[in-house]
C-alpha cells in the first residue's frame, strides 16, 4: 500500500468512525456508510477491515455496547430499554441478547454488581493502587457552545504516556502553523472517544484537536469535526505529567457521585486553557457531559 492511499483510506475511516458515533441511534448500513467514504461496499468493508484489524460491523456493535455498559453505570435510573434504542439496538431483546455475549451477563446484573464503586475499590481495580490524591483549584458547570476542531486521531494504550500525547499536539501544532491558522483564540483539546474501562487498552481510541472558525480543506490523518453544543461539569487542575489520572479520578470517582448531576452520553475531554505554566505543572480542565 502506497503512503497516498494510505493517507486517504485514514482520512475516510476517520470520517465514517465520526458519522457513526454521531449516529448510533439510527440505522448503519454498509451501504449508507461507504457512501459517505466514497467507496463501493465490497472494498470499503476490505480497507476497513485491514487498516483497523476489525470489521466494520464488528465495530458498531462494540462501540454501542461498551456506550450502554457506561451509561448503565452511570445514569442508574435510567430504563434499559430506553438506553438499548439510544444506541441502535431496534428492541431489549436483541440487545439483551448481544450484550450477554460480550459481558458474560444481563445488563440489569452488570448494572447491578459494577454500578457502585467505592473510592478503594475504583483505586484498586483501575489505577494500579496509587495514591490519587489531588485536589482542583475549581469545578463548575459551563456550557459550551458548538466548536469546530481539526484533530489527529490515535488509537492503542495511551495511559500515562507523555511522549505520546506531545507527539500528536506537535503534529497538529505543525499542520496547523503551516497553514497561519493558529491565533489567540485557538484552544486545544483532547477527546476521549471510548468508555474508560469497558473499552480494551488496544481498541482506545483519542483526537487532539485545535479549535478553527471555518471550515478548511483537510486529508490523511488530519480531519476535522464539529464538537456540540452542551453544558459540562468542569473541573480545573495544575497537574505534573504523571497526575492527569487524578484529576479524572476526582471528577468521576469522588465529585460526580455526589455531585446530583447525570452525566450525558457525550464523550469526555481535555481542555488545556493558556496559562503560564508552575515549573512541570500546567493547567487541566476536565470536562465530564452533564445533562
Known amino acids: 500500500m502506497n503512503a497516498n ?6 482520512e475516510q475511516i476517520n470520517k465514517v468512525q465520526d458519522y457513526i458515533e454521531n449516529h448510533l441511534d439510527e440505522s448503519l448500513t454498509v451501504k449508507r456508510l461507504s457512501q459517505r467514504a466514497n467507496f463501493s461496499e ?3 468493508q476490505r480497507i476497513y477491515g485491514s487498516m483497523t484489524g476489525e470489521s466494520l460491523y464488528g465495530f458498531i456493535k462494540r462501540i454501542r455496547l461498551e456506550k450502554a455498559a457506561h451509561i448503565l453505570l452511570f445514569d442508574k435510573d435510567r430504563p434499559i430499554i430506553d438506553i438499548a434504542m439510544s444506541v441502535g439496538f431496534s428492541n431489549q431483546t436483541s440487545f439483551a441478547k448481544a450484550f450477554k455475549s460480550k459481558y458474560g451477563v444481563c445488563s440489569s446484573s452488570y448494572r447491578k454488581t459494577n454500578g457502585t464503586v467505592s473510592e478503594t475499590d475504583f483505586v484498586n481495580k483501575y489505577l494500579d493502587n496509587q495514591d490519587m490524591t489531588i485536589d482542583p483549584l475549581k469545578i463548575e458547570i459551563r456550557r459550551e457552545k ?9 488509537t492503542g494504550p495511551y495511559k500515562r504516556d507523555s511522549e505520546l500525547f506531545s507527539n500528536l499536539f506537535q503534529k497538529l501544532y505543525q499542520w496547523a502553523d503551516q497553514r497561519r491558522l493558529i491565533s489567540s483564540t485557538s484552544r486545544w483539546f483532547v477527546i476521549y472517544h471510548d468508555f474508560g474501562n469497558e473499552t480494551d487498552e488496544d481498541q482506545l481510541r483519542l483526537s487532539v484537536c485545535m479549535s478553527v472558525d471555518r471550515n478548511l480543506a483537510v486529508s490523511g490523518d488530519i480531519g476535522i469535526l464539529n464538537l456540540h453544543e452542551g453544558q459540562y461539569a468542569v473541573g480545573s487542575f495544575m497537574v505534573e505529567p504523571s497526575e492527569y489520572d487524578k484529576a479524572w479520578y476526582y471528577m468521576y470517582g469522588k465529585w460526580l457521585p455526589t455531585s446530583g448531576h447525570k452525566p450525558d452520553d457525550r464523550f469526555s475531554l481535555e481542555h488545556y486553557p493558556k496559562v503560564e505554566e508552575q515549573g512541570d505543572k500546567r493547567l487541566v480542565e476536565i470536562y465530564i457531559p452533564i445533562v
Request: zero cysteines; hydrophobic letters at 35%; a positive charge.
Open 5 to 10: 492511499n494510505k493517507n486517504t483510506y485514514v
Open 42 to 44: 465490497y472494498h470499503f
Open 146 to 154: 458548538a466548536i469546530k476542531l481539526i484533530y489527529t486521531r490515535y
